[in-house]
């Protein structure tokens, strides 16, 4: 199960409107791939589309896909968003990640 937050919610409701798409028909993608200074970073997209393979969620009230890999380092993860004077951005709140790098777009298992 993936978890967003208030706050994360608010942020892709917004960008969303940026993209000219809408929370009902689009799913928020997100994943992990290779790279970054700790092993592996994290991936944030909107979809219109499911694959066969994607585990599917809902939390707060929007639709998240994860592939089967990435959900293996995923599980229990909440979306956060953060907008203050140290940094915008979203945050993965990660229970499996053993390490993290500085900026937190990286980590290890």
């Known amino acids: 199960?993936?978890?967003?937050?208030d706050t994360a919610k608010a942020k892709v409701i917004s960008l969303?409107?940026?993209d000219g798409t809408n929370l009902e028909e689009s799913f928020v993608r997100v994943g992990v791939e290779s790279g970054?200074?700790?092993g592996l970073s994290?991936?944030?997209?909107?979809?219109?589309?499911?694959?066969?393979e994607d585990r599917?969620?809902?939390d707060n009230g929007m639709k998240i896909l994860v592939d089967k890999k990435s959900f293996l380092y995923l599980?229990?993860?909440?979306?956060?968003?953060?907008?203050?004077?140290?940094?915008k951005g979203f945050v993965f709140?990660?229970?499996n990640a053993q390490r993290t790098c500085g900026c937190g777009e990286s980590f290890a298992v």
């Open 42 to 52: 994290y991936k944030l997209s909107f979809d219109k589309n499911q694959k066969e």
């Open 16 to 18: 969303m409107n940026e």
């Open 75 to 87: 599980v229990g993860t909440t979306l956060e968003y953060y907008g203050g004077l140290n940094g």
């Open 93 to 95: 709140n990660n229970p």
């Open 1 to 5: 199960m993936i978890k967003v937050s």
């Open 56 to 58: 599917v969620f809902e």
């Open 36 to 38: 970054g200074c700790s």
